[in-house]
């Protein structure tokens, strides 16, 4: 990527200002050949490479009958596939320009032969600024992956590290990439209170350097965690609000940056349910970097949801290889590896991170769950205590520690203080609606838990995987408002 980036300098202080952009209109679409980017008259959206490529050999090909071998070898040139990899492109690129299964508008299959481009098309060039410039703004800092940052900072890249940082040509980058980094740490501690400090640094970083997409990514990332461990003034839903403004803004900065990519997904899953343009969002961020772990890590996740569990297993598969020194990552492979039953070695990656790092709080919070799935209480109530402890104040850990307590049999009057005490701040904390169900269930208030539940879906605060996943609700599985919202859920991926 340094080769690349001095060739370009080079093209810069060198070349032609100007270049040539071919810009292909057909139907109500235009596409820019140049930077992927497929617009309407009221949206645009970035395509991924190989979609962007496919799209780009019908436009060049209109009407004309295309062999699959002709595709396949156009979309991966000396690397042997399966016709299976060129039917996911196209699907893909069907759903892309509204195709149906009832009606094609722009790509027809023909029978034994191929595929056909059904529209024409017009395709005008226009002098524009030479985009070098503005490609070396991107490749300065969010093209290189999250795992690079170390790289950056260490002893003996100072030169490197100017030399990107230069190109910005803004005054203030080396202090904001300085707060971003920082940000970083205090985010990978994944406490409530780290997170915020986090947020904090990235806002300081974004005031000094608005053109800077990095902090906003950053802030991103912030708020998907918080808008699933809603406390204090921070609402789910306010930080969901917020995680996708700051991503979308990072997207407009830099629209080959992944993690900005995955952080909208991010968003758009885990709260707002758009199932498709959340996945989406992290085949894009993939395909931008596939060695950036996040995306593939939470589009298992959303994979897991809906049932895809083969898909599920090779995403966090490829997650875990890719970024297994990361705590973050270890843990959320042993949640993978809880939900699929796997419990002893679920437990083994949750026990590794917490001898590397006795302070990380996730880690102790899901290996609670594991040894509650094992009916081990004792262990689960000695975790979450100590979690609690440390994360004062926090309400989802004074819940899952007070549903544990309902198991032991003498902790049931604990339990129910602790439910009070949730309801009683309700107003000052943001309740944990879904571990607050958990609670009524272990303390046998079922209807009460089913009321729960539904509040929690209408708010968007149930993180869909624990309604197929966590044993917790096993009493409740032969209840239809599980089987409902479950099928809800699922039914969102099947939409088109």
């Given at each position: 990527?340094?080769?690349?980036?001095?060739?370009?300098?080079k093209?810069?202080?060198?070349?032609d200002p100007?270049?040539?952009?071919?810009?292909?209109n057909?139907?109500?679409?235009s596409f820019s050949?140049?930077d992927h980017?497929l617009?309407?008259?009221?949206s645009v959206?970035?395509?991924p490479p190989?979609?962007?490529?496919?799209l780009?050999?019908?436009l060049?090909n209109p009407l004309?009958?295309?062999?699959?071998?002709?595709?396949i070898g156009?979309l991966?040139?000396?690397?042997?596939?399966?016709r299976?990899s060129l039917g996911?492109?196209?699907a893909?690129?069907r759903?892309t320009?509204?195709?149906?299964a009832?009606?094609?508008?722009?790509?027809e299959?023909?029978?034994?032969?191929?595929?056909?481009?059904?529209r024409e098309?017009?395709?005008v060039k226009?002098?524009v600024?030479?985009?070098a410039?503005?490609d070396?703004k991107?490749?300065?800092?969010?093209?290189?992956?999250a795992h690079?940052?170390a790289?950056?900072?260490a002893?003996?890249?100072?030169e490197l590290?100017n030399k990107r940082?230069?190109v910005?040509?803004t005054?203030?980058?080396?202090e904001?990439?300085?707060?971003?980094s920082?940000?970083?740490q205090?985010?990978r501690?994944?406490?409530?209170?780290?997170v915020r400090r986090?947020?904090?640094?990235?806002?300081?970083a974004a005031?000094?350097?608005?053109?800077f997409s990095l902090?906003?990514?950053?802030m991103?990332?912030?708020?998907n965690?918080l808008s699933?461990?809603?406390?204090?003034?921070?609402s789910?839903?306010?930080?969901?609000?917020n995680a996708?403004?700051c991503?979308?803004?990072?997207?407009?900065?830099?629209?080959n940056s992944?993690p900005?990519?995955?952080?909208?997904?991010?968003?758009q899953?885990t709260?707002?349910?758009e199932v498709n343009a959340?996945?989406?969002?992290y085949?894009?961020?993939?395909s931008?970097?596939p060695a950036?772990?996040p995306?593939?890590?939470?589009?298992?996740w959303l994979l897991?949801a809906?049932?895809?569990?083969?898909?599920s297993v090779?995403?966090i598969?490829c997650a875990?290889?890719?970024d297994?020194p990361?705590?973050?990552?270890?843990?959320?492979?042993?949640?993978?590896l809880?939900?699929?039953?796997q419990?002893?070695q679920?437990i083994?990656?949750?026990?590794?991170v917490?001898d590397?790092?006795?302070e990380?709080m996730?880690a102790?919070?899901?290996?609670?769950?594991v040894?509650?799935?094992?009916?081990n209480y004792?262990?689960?109530i000695?975790a979450y205590?100590?979690?609690?402890?440390?994360?004062?104040?926090?309400?989802?850990m004074?819940?899952v520690y007070?549903?544990?307590?309902?198991r032991?049999?003498?902790?049931?009057?604990?339990?129910r203080?602790?439910?009070s005490?949730l309801?009683?701040?309700?107003?000052?904390t943001a309740?944990?609606?879904?571990?607050?169900?958990i609670?009524?269930?272990?303390?046998a208030?079922f209807d009460?838990a089913?009321?729960?539940?539904?509040?929690?879906w209408?708010q968007?605060c149930?993180?869909p995987?624990?309604?197929l996943?966590d044993?917790?609700l096993e009493c409740?599985r032969?209840?239809?408002?599980?089987q409902k919202?479950?099928?809800k859920f699922?039914g969102?991926?099947?939409?088109?």
């Amino acid at each position: 990527m340094l080769d690349l980036a001095l060739k370009m300098v080079k093209m810069v202080s060198m070349g032609d200002p100007m270049e040539d952009e071919y810009i292909w209109n057909f139907g109500r679409f235009s596409f820019s050949a140049s930077d992927h980017r497929l617009g309407t008259s009221d949206s645009v959206k970035a395509l991924p490479p190989k979609e962007a490529a496919l799209l780009l050999l019908f436009l060049e090909n209109p009407l004309r009958v295309l062999s699959r071998r002709e595709i396949i070898g156009h979309l991966w040139p000396s690397v042997h596939v399966s016709r299976s990899s060129l039917g996911v492109q196209i699907a893909g690129l069907r759903r892309t320009l509204g195709d149906t299964a009832k009606g094609s508008e722009f790509i027809e299959t023909v029978n034994s032969l191929g595929f056909r481009f059904l529209r024409e098309v017009q395709c005008v060039k226009r002098r524009v600024r030479n985009s070098a410039d503005a490609d070396l703004k991107n490749i300065n800092v969010d093209t290189f992956p999250a795992h690079a940052e170390a790289v950056l900072l260490a002893p003996g890249n100072t030169e490197l590290f100017n030399k990107r940082v230069g190109v910005y040509g803004t005054s203030g980058i080396e202090e904001a990439y300085r707060l971003y980094s920082l940000g970083r740490q205090w985010w990978r501690r994944r406490t409530n209170p780290d997170v915020r400090r986090a947020t904090e640094c990235y806002q300081e970083a974004a005031e000094l350097t608005p053109s800077f997409s990095l902090p906003y990514v950053g802030m991103a990332d912030a708020y998907n965690y918080l808008s699933m461990h809603a406390n204090g003034s921070y609402s789910s839903y306010q930080s969901t609000r917020n995680a996708k403004k700051c991503a979308y803004q990072a997207i407009r900065l830099n629209p080959n940056s992944a993690p900005a990519w995955a952080a909208l997904g991010h968003a758009q899953f885990t709260h707002d349910w758009e199932v498709n343009a959340a996945e989406d969002s992290y085949k894009i961020a993939i395909s931008l970097d596939p060695a950036y772990a996040p995306a593939h890590q939470w589009y298992s996740w959303l994979l897991l949801a809906l049932g895809r569990q083969t898909e599920s297993v090779r995403e966090i598969s490829c997650a875990h290889q890719l970024d297994e020194p990361e705590p973050s990552s270890k843990v959320a492979y042993g949640f993978h590896l809880h939900c699929l039953g796997q419990h002893d070695q679920a437990i083994h990656e949750f026990l590794s991170v917490l001898d590397a790092n006795p302070e990380f709080m996730p880690a102790y919070r899901e290996i609670g769950r594991v040894y509650e799935a094992q009916g081990n209480y004792c262990k689960a109530i000695e975790a979450y205590g100590h979690a609690r402890t440390k994360a004062k104040p926090d309400p989802e850990m004074d819940a899952v520690y007070a549903y544990a307590l309902t198991r032991t049999g003498k902790g049931k009057k604990q339990a129910r203080q602790i439910l009070s005490a949730l309801l009683q701040n309700e107003a000052k904390t943001a309740l944990p609606l879904y571990e607050v169900a958990i609670i009524l269930v272990g303390l046998a208030r079922f209807d009460d838990a089913v009321k729960m539940l539904e509040a929690a879906w209408e708010q968007h605060c149930v993180w869909p995987i624990w309604l197929l996943f966590d044993s917790r609700l096993e009493c409740l599985r032969s209840r239809n408002v599980i089987q409902k919202l479950v099928g809800k859920f699922t039914g969102l991926g099947q939409a088109a």
